[in-house]
């Protein structure tokens, strides 16, 4: 999640600039930098030093020039192109007087780029961002005013984008944009300012507004003026504020883990964004693996720990039913130590959030070591194991901050998901028509997610009728058991509670013997095909005196027959389903904990990542 700054009409340019990257520190990053614009002149400075690139810049900056009243700063969380320098933001156009900066991703910058570079520009980094910065220089050439050029460009932009561009022949004036990524404009007297969030210009500006998807502000040191994509004039919605700094970084949330919930639409959204290549193919971010290769996979290996671990569990089901590959899934501390089987034709498939949890690195690499092709899932670019790996899928989740997994888990099984996909498609194990339906789906679930989000206040009244409680099963069939193991795990880390997690059908191999009043069952009852066998569980326990609380679809009409407390989430194609599933279960997870007094971004004992064994 890149953070985005700009000033114009300031005194202190350098110093807003460096002060509001520094505030943006909590979103994650890999590079940083800054561009300043006078009359016919552009100074850039670009450093990539992972989470002391703010730092590092802060020293670049010793020798900027004075005299400059206006400016934009960047920090990158990458997505296309290694964290380097050269990939940092800003970047230019030919000239070296256009400068942008950019959060999220152009889905079709590799055909722009061909035209352009058709055109006589020239590319100087990996980035799709770049795109941006020569589409306006190809506007301006014909005599458009820059917020005009930067309207006309987006036209023909695919995909997400919290833009700011900036021109040495218009200096005092900053064009932003907004689609899908965030983007706010802040107020003073003879300034104005840009942000990707309120906190990097807090107690700066003095008035507030949010700019809507499809809209472009025009700063100046007077103010701004918006309009749509097609140059209608708009009017920005002006937002109250009465944070203070710690609660604005956390989006106005009580805690990180509550704001992270809350940006899982966004994670799987972008997640999927700029996935498939014009021929229909699905794409990686990094392959260093023939397509012939991925083809004749004749076994697929998972390895994951904790809530990636329950990921990889989905992903079983999905790549075994599209794919039509046997796949098994290790627990990763577990899998070098078994003397494991790599037969020619073996894929691995590592899965971790930060890309350095040691377990699975280990694994990949003794993976490696047998004569395994190994696939990363991961959320971290450059990290050691997407490094590593003959390929790799980036989950585009942002920084997680809470050390209770939550948005990863969504945007893993969105990415192990288009892995399965891309599979069936070399191997011709389903339609074409049946990928195209997939793939829509999946990209609907984002919103289904929001839906989910919407109904918070439920699964808390549920959580505080079940405050007492000291023991929870939690039962699942199909996806829906790595859901339930999941939900439980979330309910442990958060509360301290005694939490498991089971497939509904083993109920009668011995965890029945633990049933009795005043244990509660949650179950995870949204498959179909599944439902009159979870039914019939959920009757076995309530029997024995649980009290039972199932997450089901909207249109079921039975579960209120076997289940004290029902938690609705809109029905989706089952494979699909973990990833709305499990929200009301974070939230019930969340809301027991919040209720125990327990601190939910800092669970006793427990670190973000695992990097010893």
């Known amino acids: 999640m890149c953070g985005i700054i700009g000033v114009v009409g300031s005194s202190d340019t350098l110093g807003t600039l460096l002060e509001g990257l520094q505030r943006l520190e909590y979103r994650g990053y890999d590079s940083a930098g800054i561009a300043l614009v006078r009359q016919g002149q552009t100074w850039r400075a670009r450093t990539a030093a992972g989470t002391e690139s703010v730092a590092a810049l802060r020293e670049e900056c010793l020798s900027a020039p004075s005299g400059f009243s206006s400016g934009i700063g960047h920090t990158r969380w990458a997505t296309h192109g290694a964290p380097e320098a050269i990939n940092a933001h800003p970047h230019l156009d030919c000239s070296g007087n256009i400068a942008i900066i950019h959060n999220g991703i152009i889905e079709n910058h590799t055909e722009l780029q061909e035209q352009l570079e058709a055109r006589g520009h020239h590319f100087t980094s990996v980035t799709d961002s770049e795109v941006l910065a020569h589409l306006i220089e190809d506007q301006r050439q014909l005599g458009l005013e820059l917020s005009e050029a930067v309207r006309q460009s987006l036209l023909l932009v695919r995909g997400a984008f919290a833009l700011a561009a900036m021109d040495a022949n218009e200096p005092d004036v900053i064009v932003a944009a907004r689609r899908i990524s965030p983007l706010v404009v802040g107020t003073a007297p003879g300034v104005t300012y840009l942000a990707s969030d309120v906190p990097a210009i807090l107690d700066r500006a003095t008035a507030f507004y949010a700019v809507n998807d499809d809209e472009v502000v025009r700063l100046g040191p007077e103010g701004f003026r918006a309009t749509d994509l097609e140059g209608a004039p708009v009017r920005l919605r002006q937002l109250q504020i009465d944070w203070d700094l710690e609660t604005a970084e956390k989006g106005g949330n009580d805690d990180f883990m509550s704001k992270e919930i809350n940006e899982q639409p966004d994670a799987i959204r972008a997640t999927l964004l700029?996935?498939?290549?014009?021929?229909?193919?699905?794409?990686?971010?990094?392959?260093?693996?023939?397509?012939?290769?991925?083809?004749?996979?004749?076994?697929?290996?998972?390895?994951?720990?904790?809530?990636?671990?329950?990921?990889?569990?989905?992903?079983?089901?999905?790549?075994?039913?599209?794919?039509?590959?046997?796949?098994?899934?290790?627990?990763?501390?577990?899998?070098?130590?078994?003397?494991?089987?790599?037969?020619?034709?073996?894929?691995?498939?590592?899965v971790s959030q930060s890309g350095e949890t040691i377990d699975t690195i280990q694994a990949t690499r003794e993976a490696q070591r047998r004569g395994a092709r190994v696939v990363a899932i991961s959320n971290i670019v450059d990290s050691s194991l997407a490094r590593e790996a003959d390929a790799v899928i980036y989950t585009r989740a942002g920084l997680e901050v809470s050390v209770a997994s939550t948005k990863a888990f969504v945007a893993q099984v969105a990415a192990l998901e288009l892995l399965a996909l891309r599979l069936a498609q070399l191997r011709s194990t389903l339609e074409p028509k049946d990928i195209d339906a997939l793939f829509l789906g999946l990209n609907a679930v984002s919103a289904q997610v929001a839906t989910t989000l919407d109904r918070r206040s439920h699964v808390e009244l549920v959580a505080k009728e079940l405050l007492h409680a000291h023991d929870f099963f939690f039962l699942g069939r199909h996806v829906g058991f790595p859901t339930a193991l999941e939900g439980a795990l979330k309910l442990k880390e958060l509360t301290y509670l005694h939490a498991e997690g089971y497939p509904a059908g083993g109920l009668k191999h011995g965890p029945l013997a633990l049933i009795e009043p005043g244990v509660v069952v949650v179950a995870v009852a949204t498959d179909p095909s599944m439902h009159e066998k979870i039914l019939s569980?959920?009757?076995?326990?309530?029997?024995?005196?649980?009290?039972?609380?199932?997450?089901?679809?909207?249109?079921?009409?039975?579960?209120?027959?076997?289940?004290?407390?029902?938690?609705?989430?809109?029905?989706?194609?089952?494979?699909?389903?973990?990833?709305?599933?499990?929200?009301?279960?974070?939230?019930?997870?969340?809301?027991?904990?919040?209720?125990?007094?327990?601190?939910?971004?800092?669970p006793r004992n427990l670190a973000k990542t695992v990097t010893v064994e």
């Open 274 to 350: 700029d996935r498939r290549r014009r021929n229909g193919a699905i794409c990686f971010d990094e392959l260093r693996i023939s397509d012939e290769e991925l083809r004749d996979v004749k076994r697929v290996v998972l390895v994951a720990a904790g809530t990636s671990h329950h990921a990889a569990l989905v992903a079983k089901y999905a790549i075994e039913r599209w794919a039509r590959i046997s796949v098994e899934v290790d627990i990763s501390s577990e899998y070098r130590y078994r003397d494991p089987i790599v037969e020619i034709g073996t894929l691995v498939i590592g």
């Open 537 to 602: 569980n959920l009757a076995e326990v309530k029997a024995r005196g649980a009290s039972v609380v199932a997450v089901a679809t909207d249109d079921d009409e039975h579960i209120d027959s076997v289940a004290d407390y029902v938690l609705r989430v809109p029905a989706s194609e089952p494979m699909f389903t973990p990833m709305i599933d499990i929200v009301p279960l974070q939230l019930f997870a969340y809301s027991m904990a919040r209720g125990l007094g327990r601190n939910v971004d800092r």
